[in-house]
């Protein structure tokens, strides 16, 4: 880093708006005599970044909540549904009191938070890989509260009279780069005044000259029109002596943070202005054009880059080096320009990088560069879920509330409210006793739902304006899936009673929180080859493996030979996106031996599950969404894996409407599933001695569906 001074023969204003601000330097903290006593911080200023506001072991002290509500016995809470906020003793979210520093409202994240606050007192880099919403950027503003103000730097560009093209760059405590340019500006101003009054006199005297002794007055304007140019031209030169504050910190309250997601390399490296006058004396000076980028802007701060893949290559080998060596020197950044023929001195650039993104952000990502990352900081897995106990749902209860007050604008929620919205965090959580961590989703319902009550001009927002909300707010995917059942029904394209033989009502999932109904169908055909199983309707790779582990199940079951024989399988409107995953697995399966054995299949119920080639019914994902939109094409009866019976949390809407059977073998899916008892009755008792699994326990209905949980 360059520590140059003004080169001309007018220093004097640095000096003297550097004397004038030492007085304010030390008392900011850059400078203290070391037998005084250090000040106690501000809340503003921790002393210690990794200072905490509540433990990462689940203590349950009101200052877990950094609030002053009571809470009740904690023995008294665990594994009680009735308290859905944790013991919580609230009319609404206004008696709950929120933390003042971003790092205490984080909630969930507590390996993260840990991370960045040892990361933040050690001035480490981070990567945090995780979905969406799940609070990375809110945990990289975190860090910047953290660092200390009283290492910000002011940055000043300066005219080099030796090379015009090379601007010359000195920091000052921040602060004080606004005093040295105003001093610089009112020494020019004052050299002007000067020069103007000299000017006039010059011109008086020429004209007076022109009038009185020569009597020739077109010469005497002339003569004074040169003059007056000459005096403007030479002016310039103290103008340009001016510096350019390149980096002002002198109104930052905190560390810096930028965000340069996307960012082109102009802005992410800094840019130097193009000037359309490059000659004649009217050109821009070169210091004055010089522009910072993000890693300047972000010296002894933050910089934050989201989808760390999407930045270029050439922008990621240069942000290895600015991380390496501290500084970089600003160019033009396109060779087209006039700024491509300056370059500064190196600017200061010791910044904190928090890399961010999804899995595939690794993938695209310089190996170089996450090497500088991983090996001078931390790597963090964001989680989705977190388990949920009492300590977590006060929690969630005072995420609502920092909505609320961050928003400004947003009426309270009450009690019930809030317990809508932590039922609808397990829910879309898809775990049972687990609570999702995608605050992004849930904070936008939080907004949809406050808007509907301050529409309706109350003071409060309750629970039948969060269950609004929550129809208001559906994803693009759900909103489509809903249209597509509607429009099924509408060509009477649903089938949902009679029996039907090789036809079986699949379930899907579009996105993640939408589920759909997907009919599988079956024939065999006799084949003019070598028989095969041929699917159609745009499977995915992992979607086909699975029609070939159906097939081997197939093989083994039959007692015709298939090998003379073509078995087609048809994902009937599969859509534009395909099938992917092997959460079709039985539905395969059941379309398939109903078909080889003429067996008609119940036409009122639907199935999802993936299978081993042994037979066994293995978990899948979604089943919550899928088994909703099973209700909502008028299906009465829904078949999944005994493993997912946990995670199933299904709208009270819903509860009456479909009755959920769980299943941990292929014997069982047939016995449910296939009508005509005697038929079915050979076929399962068959499909038991082939495979060598015997049911422990007799299959049979369940009255009524599991409580969501």
Avoid at 16 to 36: M, V
């Amino acid at each position: 880093m360059s520590d140059n001074t003004d080169t001309d023969a007018t220093p004097d204003p640095d000096r003297e708006a550097s004397d004038a601000g030492e007085e304010e330097a030390s008392t900011n903290g850059a400078k203290q005599d070391p037998d005084e006593p250090a000040s106690e911080p501000s809340a503003d200023e921790p002393s210690d970044p990794s200072e905490e506001r509540w433990g990462s072991e689940g203590e349950t002290s009101e200052t877990t909540l950094g609030s002053d509500v009571q809470v009740d016995g904690e023995s008294e809470l665990d594994g009680d549904e009735e308290n859905l906020l944790g013991g919580l003793e609230i009319e609404s979210t206004a008696d709950i009191e929120v933390p003042d520093r971003l790092v205490d409202q984080v909630i969930g994240q507590d390996h993260a938070r840990d991370v960045i606050k040892k990361a933040a007192k050690q001035r480490r880099h981070v990567m945090m890989i995780g979905s969406p919403g799940t609070g990375k950027s809110m945990l990289a503003k975190a860090m910047s509260q953290l660092l200390p103000r009283e290492e910000l730097q002011d940055v000043l560009v300066y005219h080099n009279p030796d090379d015009g093209n090379e601007p010359k760059v000195r920091t000052v405590p921040g602060g004080k780069g606004e005093q040295i340019v105003e001093a610089h500006k009112e020494e020019a101003r004052k050299r002007n005044q000067m020069r103007t009054f000299l000017m006039w006199i010059i011109i008086a005297i020429v004209i007076g000259y022109a009038l009185i002794l020569v009597q020739q007055v077109l010469l005497g304007i002339l003569a004074a029109g040169v003059i007056y140019l000459a005096f403007r031209y030479g002016s310039r030169g103290s103008d340009a002596m001016i510096p350019n504050l390149l980096v002002n910190n002198a109104n930052q309250k905190t560390a810096p943070f930028e965000d340069a997601t996307g960012a082109h390399a102009g802005a992410l490296l800094g840019d130097v202005r193009h000037d359309p006058f490059q000659s004649g004396g009217m050109e821009t000076p070169s210091h004055d054009r010089v522009e910072p980028g993000a890693i300047h802007q972000a010296n002894k701060g933050v910089l934050f880059v989201d989808e760390i893949n999407t930045l270029d290559i050439r922008s990621q080998q240069k942000l290895m080096t600015a991380i390496q060596e501290g500084e970089f020197s600003i160019t033009g950044q396109s060779e087209r320009s006039s700024g491509a023929m300056v370059q500064t001195e190196p600017v200061p650039c010791d910044f904190i990088m928090i890399a961010a993104g999804n899995l595939d952000a690794m993938e695209n990502m310089h190996p170089a560069l996450r090497s500088r990352i991983k090996g001078y900081g931390y790597e963090v897995y964001m989680d989705d879920t977190i388990e949920d106990d009492p300590e977590m749902r006060r929690k969630y209860a005072r995420f609502i509330a920092q909505e609320v007050e961050n928003d400004g604008r947003l009426p309270h929620f009450t009690e019930e409210a809030v317990q809508e919205l932590i039922l609808e965090a397990r829910r879309r959580a898809g775990r049972k006793g687990h609570l999702s961590l995608k605050f992004r989703d849930l904070g936008g319902l939080v907004r949809v739902a406050g808007d509907i009550a301050r529409a309706e001009d109350r003071d409060r927002t309750e629970r039948a304006d969060v269950l609004q909300a929550k129809r208001r707010s559906r994803s693009i995917e759900q909103q489509l899936a809903d249209n597509y059942i509607e429009r099924r029904k509408d060509y009477e394209l649903t089938v949902n009673q009679g029996d039907v033989v090789g036809r079986v009502n699949g379930l899907a999932v579009m996105g993640e929180d939408s589920g759909i109904v997907l009919p599988v169908m079956a024939e065999v055909s006799p084949s003019q080859g070598p028989g095969q199983v041929i699917a159609t309707g745009q499977l995915k790779e992992m979607a086909e493996e699975a029609v070939q582990n159906v097939s081997a199940i197939i093989k083994k079951f039959s007692d015709e030979d298939i090998s003379e024989k073509d078995v087609h399988i048809q994902f009937v409107q599969a859509g534009e996106g395909g099938v992917d995953g092997d959460s079709a697995s039985i539905t395969v399966a059941t379309a398939v031996i109903s078909a080889i054995e003429n067996v008609p299949i119940k036409q009122n119920l639907a199935m999802t599950g993936s299978l081993s080639v042994r037979g066994d019914v293995l978990p899948v994902g979604g089943v919550t969404h899928k088994i909703e939109a099973a209700a909502k094409s008028g299906l009465d009866t829904v078949i999944i894996p005994e493993a997912n019976t946990q995670d199933v949390m299904i709208e009270d809407e819903y509860e009456d409407m479909i009755e959920i059977i769980p299943v941990s073998h292929i014997s069982e899916v047939l016995e449910v599933a296939l009508a005509g008892e005697a038929e079915k009755d050979s076929l399962v008792d068959r499909l038991k001695s082939i495979t060598g699994k015997a049911l422990d326990h007799e299959v049979g209905r369940q009255s009524g569906s599991p409580s969501p949980q």
